[in-house]
């Protein structure tokens, strides 16, 4: 299959605004015989629906919370970039584009990168407009942070809450369109699958979780913006629901899966403290810029730490990385803690752990000032582990956070398959093999409030003589069926092992292998042992309760199974990328220094992946990249 | 310290229509690291196991912010520990040999759907009658042409904090919503973005709250203690003063 990227011509800087200018438009009374279907509403989905609704669009949304408020972006919390350059600190849109294209280690795609640093300061314009309360200055000016992976200061926060202020006003807007009627919205609805009618997305199967009842809906395009899949690893600092259905399901459609393996590991994270561990917690990255992390220079030094002295101490990462330091972006960073404890320096009961130390900075600016920037960290930190930070630096570790790969999408947002698209982190666009801190706000933002009201036009103004379909045609007809049936089987199936054990299983699987460092040999091992969790899954796995109640049970053995299927195609994606690059971190490909290595004469390009059938393996496309704009070097943060 | 032992009783009910009654459990050799959600998890992998249905209850971002959990913990919403969500609460805060209630929250704009699990879509329509600011996407002025002090942007803060998790109608004995819509109503008036909307704002959302059968406020100050944000009082002080500024301002 030939992957069109459907890139406009012309200079960077002039593409998006002349897309706009030519794309064609649909007029309001047609507008409103045209249906859309979104799927999640989160930060891309809420702010997409609203988006759409006032254009004049009717539109439907599902989310299997209980209301669109608590999707997982209600849980980011250091910031937004915007190239506002309210600083005047020399920032500009090309020095976002660039320092996201160098953050992802060339491998995003130019002008949709490029589109996102033009878009990014109207993001900031809208959410203040809807009263999102913002930090401010004194003057009553907005107020910036920096952030990992670059030397301005562009990120816009609301304390250690920015998600969910975030996501609040995007709920806002959403809200004045129910009431408007122009959006119906269906809480408690989980995705079980795409139609397609004629080749193209015409509608979903949902399943309602209080009820059991099966629905059909119809839609001229179908979106989805559900979210990312690192729940796959079982622990992880997603949301208990996060989950890849809805994405896996638009994939065994036609849908193609970019670089499912590019995986954010976070650096910093509560360290697991035991087995019933259910999640892990991110201690945002905002945290780097007044705290220092350390180990101790002594192998298994087991003293407090406030009682090592600074001359035993090894703050490593300032040591290796002079001209950024602390704030060295979240791959380079996690990679270096793990080599740390790798070595025997770690501390903590695991020795899975380093430090990170707030005693320079509150004696520097006052327990006050470092009070009123993290303060409510701080508290979640305490609640958590028991431990004052004020007075004992935390303990933290690199967990499993953000997933750049997704559903691959062209310029529109459109996946392969005609009429459906994928906005925020369910899609691979922005963030090439790593993400840098403060973005995915930011790009899930855009592409539901900028870019997709434009883009989908482009397609649904071809549609406007197509009557709504009947949910009676044969294709709902047979995805409902298959939906049905599958639920039945997961209820019947009379095994003995809990839903919980195989995903924790999994989650070891995929971590082990195809976490912070990967290697041939483990890769081809780990795609036998997910093979046998599948078989042994739908053999033994036992989900007790009904069909027709809520069940929480059955959603999750549901989404565990997709899960499964996703591992296998992870660790095919991390072994046939026989580079390292940005968070894909190749063991056999590294510099004496142990920094990733690319080899971009051989994969500069992106993975797209085919679903071929239950019993074949996958196949790979490519999308090469052109890099027009930036040179290629080998990234560098000394 | 590993190995808490503790006597569970949870409320079980199998749907709205079903009486619903408490159900004893007991769980053992618990790690005080645990959360409290943890160690449902640890009775339900027990109850899968056995073939029996485990307990429901909603919860999602086990962070203290989604505000989707949702129990009465020996009767007391979220349980013990002052500001902390139910996911936040932690096993060190239980002893060996403990027992310990755990309820839905009780209130008649709530219902119950399942065990613990309880309907709030009435704090979704309470929002959709005038919980935001009317700016269509793309209309928006320069975020900083609109200077807001830095006081008044801490305030409205404050306010806009709210996870819209209803224990705040469940400690009142009259199932309240005015801490919850206070909060909204407070964020918005507060910016000068709310303004234009300011008194159509807080009848529309009052009505409904009415309308959606949440009881009167009667200044019990329950639904502050309870309030896993510590949203203030004088949200609510400022909510009826707002409703009289709007009566007079018609
Ligand atoms: C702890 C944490 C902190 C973070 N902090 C930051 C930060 O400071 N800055 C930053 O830029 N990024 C941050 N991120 C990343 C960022 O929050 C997410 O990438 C982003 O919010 C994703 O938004 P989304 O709209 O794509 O998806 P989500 O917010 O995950 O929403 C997914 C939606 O899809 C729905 N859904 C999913 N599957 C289905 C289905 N099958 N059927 C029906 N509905 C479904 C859900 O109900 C939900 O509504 C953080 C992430 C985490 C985990
Ligand atoms: S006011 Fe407090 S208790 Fe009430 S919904 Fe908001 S956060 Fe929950
Ligand atoms: S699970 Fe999100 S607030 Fe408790």
Known sequence: MILDNKIPAGPLEDKWTNYKAKVPLVSPSNKRNLEVIIIGTGLAGASAAASLAEMGYKVKTFCFQDSPRRAHSIAAQGGINAAKNYQNDGDSTYRLFYDTIKGGDYRAREANVYRLAEVSASIIDQCVAQGVPFAREYGGTLDNRSFGGVQVSRTFYARGQTGQQLLLGAYSALSRQISKGNVQMFNRHEMLDIVKIDGKARGVIVRNLVTGEYQRHFGHAVVLATGGYGNVYYLSTNAMGSNVTASWKAHKKGAMFANPSYTQIHPTCIPVSGEYQSKLTLMSESLRNDGRIWVPLKKGDKRRPIDIPEEERDYYLERRYPAFGNLVPRDVASRAAKERCDAGYGVGSTGLAVFLDFEDSIKRLGKEVVASRYGNLFEMYQKITGEDPYKMPMRIFPAVHYTMGGLWVDYDLMTTVPGLYAIGECNFSDHGANRLGASALMQGLADGYFVLPYTIGKYLSDDIRTPAISTEDEQFEKAEKEAKNRVNKLLNNNGNRSVESFHRELGKVVWDHCGMSRNKNDLEKAIETIKDLKAEFWTNVSVPGEENVINPELAKAGRVADFIELGELMMRDALARDESCGGHFREEHQTDEGEALRDDTNFAFTSAWEFSGEKTPSKLNKETLEFENVQLTQRSYK | ?250
């Open chain 2, 1 to 250: 310290m590993e190995n808490l032992n503790l006597k569970l009783k949870i409320w079980r009910q199998s749907s709205p229509n079903d009486k619903g009654a408490f159900v004893s459990y007991d769980v053992s050799g618990l790690n005080t690291h645990m959360s409290f959600l943890e160690m449902l998890d640890v009775l339900n992998e027990k109850l899968v196991v056995t073939g029996d249905d485990p307990v429901a209850f909603d919860h999602d971002c086990r962070e203290g912010i989604c505000g989707m959990c949702s129990m009465v913990i020996n009767g007391k919403p979220h349980g013990p520990q002052k500001g902390t969500t139910t996911c936040q609460l932690h096993m060190r805060h239980f002893k060996d040999g403990d027992t310990v209630t755990i309820e839905p929250w009780r209130a008649k704009p709530f219902p119950v759907l399942k065990d613990l699990i309880v309907d709030r879509s009435s704090f979704d329509r309470i929002i959709q009658s005038g919980g935001y600011i009317s700016v269509n996407t793309g209309s928006a002025p320069d975020g900083n042409s609109l200077p807001i002090s830095k006081e008044i942007a801490e305030d409205a803060f404050d306010a806009a904090a709210c996870i819209g998790c209803g224990a705040c109608v469940a400690a009142c004995k009259n199932a309240s919503a005015s801490l919850f819509v206070s909060a909204k109503v407070s964020q918005l008036s507060l910016l000068p973005q709310g303004q234009p909307e300011r008194e159509e704002r807080v009848k529309n959302m009052v009505s409904k709250m009415d309308e959606e059968g949440f009881g009167h406020c009667t200044n019990t100050g329950a639904c502050e203690a309870e309030c896993p944000k510590e949203i203030s009082l004088e949200y609510i002080r400022k909510l009826n003063w707002e409703y009289h500024r709007s009566n007079i301002k018609g």
